[in-house]
């Protein structure tokens, strides 16, 4: 089983289990501040689950290909987006701050 790590926690799912799913079942929610109630609920369309992923996952599919491309996100700052996610290995999940999860410090960008 896949372990997903967020913050100090670390939680567990099936091969091919959907990131933004599995976060939100266990409590964690991949969205800053009212997105978390204003969000396309996994479609792609909106970017507020953009999260840092560290770990082996495949390439951008076309629907985050246009999202991120759209301001305030950029392509080239390494966000993804969890409802796009299919966990297959290990992964360490970090969401930024902003309204988009965009905001990414300065030292880390």
Not at 10 to 23: D, F, H, M, S, T
């Amino acid at each position: 089983m896949p372990e997903i790590s967020y913050g100090n926690r670390k939680i567990y799912c099936e091969p091919g289990a959907n990131l933004r799913k599995v976060l939100i079942d266990n409590g964690i929610y991949p969205h800053n501040g009212q997105s978390r109630y204003v969000n396309c609920m996994g479609s792609g369309s909106c970017g507020t689950c953009a999260v840092k992923i560290i770990g082996k996952i495949p390439p951008l599919n076309e629907k985050e290909k246009s999202r991120l491309a759209v301001p305030p996100h950029h392509l080239s700052n390494g966000l993804r987006l969890s409802c796009q996610i299919k966990v297959e290995n290990d992964l360490r999940v970090i969401k930024y701050g902003g309204f988009w999860g965009h905001e990414i410090p300065e030292e880390k960008a």
